[in-house]
């Protein structure tokens, strides 16, 4: 069962729009289109983002969005504000030995 | 509104025994999944088990597998963890969640903190 791989960290200035990667293998990101994003500001509760590669649930900003190629999910967010700065994971789901659920290592969302 | 709350986490020593409840509020907890979650201090979210409506599947991290086990009393709204042979690694904040369409997790807790520390 081995997590996702994120990049540690991104940036950007506000107004610009950034993009978080994350890469899994044919077992689960390539397989399934059950990949999530959750967003956890510090010393709270993550919250999701996005659900089913690019689907957004009700109250999220259509400034986020997702996609998936291959075996790399990536979430976009566009025009940054401030407010975005936060850790980001991402997450999905596999049947590989046994059903479970994987998340990404996290990224550092740093608004300049 | 849609609420879970944990409860049940403390310091316990190495090799000892925990139970962390989770109540659910503002929805009809007994039609949806549930996963249990974990955050070690300053690092990253770590899936630890889910438990099906009904308690038909039962799915482990293999970090916790045989030793963690998942539970549910829908008649009481209630989520359980029942955490033994506890090691210092399993040290971290411990989140429930909400299963949104068996493959997310789209309510969350704010956590319990359990400390395993001789």
């Known amino acids: 069962q081995s997590a996702l791989t994120q990049p540690a960290s991104v940036s950007g200035s506000p107004g610009q729009s950034i993009t978080i990667s994350c890469t899994g293998t044919s077992s689960d990101i390539g397989d399934y289109k059950f990949v999530s994003w959750y967003q956890q500001h510090p010393g709270k509760a993550p919250k999701l983002m996005i659900y089913d590669v690019s689907k957004r649930p009700s109250g999220v900003s259509n400034r986020f969005s997702g996609s998936k190629s291959g075996n790399t999910a990536s979430l976009t967010i566009s025009g940054l504000q401030a407010e975005d700065e936060a850790d980001y994971y991402c997450n999905s789901y596999t049947t590989s030995s046994t059903p479970h659920w994987v998340f990404g290592g996290g990224t550092k969302l740093t608004v300049l | 509104q849609v609420q879970l709350v944990e409860s049940g986490g403390g310091v316990v020593q190495p090799g000892g025994s925990l139970r962390l409840s989770c109540a659910a509020s503002g929805f009809t907890f007994r039609n949806y999944g549930a996963h249990w979650v974990r955050q070690a201090p300053g690092k990253g979210l770590e899936w630890v088990a889910f438990i099906r409506y009904d308690e038909s599947d039962k799915y482990y991290a293999d970090s916790v597998k045989g030793r963690f086990i998942i539970s549910r009393d829908n008649s009481k709204n209630m989520l359980f963890l029942q955490m033994n042979s506890l090691r210092p690694e399993d040290t971290a904040v411990y989140y429930c969640?909400?299963?949104?369409?068996?493959?997310?997790?789209?309510?969350w807790g704010k956590g319990t903190t359990v400390t395993v520390s001789s």
């Open positions: 969640a909400k299963n949104l369409a068996y493959y997310y997790l789209d309510v």
